[in-house]
Nanobody, 124 residues
């Protein structure tokens, strides 16, 4: 079991920004792919953004393109999600995932490891 620990969640007004971070205790760069997912109450968990650690290729859900940026921080050994222009519909629990075993980086069934999540609330 690989421990993934998310941080950076919180409450923000619409239009604001948050930065989420996922620490994997030295595992981050041995994983082929890292991703962020989110799940709102009563909804299915959906892929938000993913990054292949080898070449840095990124994938984003259409709903966050142009607003969210996923990145690897080699100094801190984390995968970060910068979220700008936040909307109320971005409110959800955000989860970090690691070790993609399939071909679809935004598919929740194709990751082996998950964090416990961090809550993001966007409200005025």
């Amino acid at each position: 079991q690989v421990p993934l620990v998310e941080s950076g969640g919180g409450s923000v007004q619409p239009g604001g920004s948050l930065r989420l971070s996922c620490a994997a205790s030295g595992y981050t760069y041995s994983s082929n792919c890292m991703a962020w997912f989110r799940q709102a109450p009563g909804e299915e968990r959906e892929g938000v953004a993913a990054i292949y650690t080898g070449d840095g290729t990124t994938h984003y859900a259409d709903s966050v393109k142009g607003r969210f940026t996923i990145s690897l921080d080699s100094a801190k050994n984390t995968v970060d999600l910068q979220m700008n222009s936040l909307k109320p519909e971005d409110t959800a629990m955000y989860y970090c995932a690691a070790d993609l075993h399939g071909a679809w980086p935004l598919n929740r069934y194709e990751y082996n490891y998950w964090g416990q999540g961090t809550q993001v609330t966007v409200s005025s």
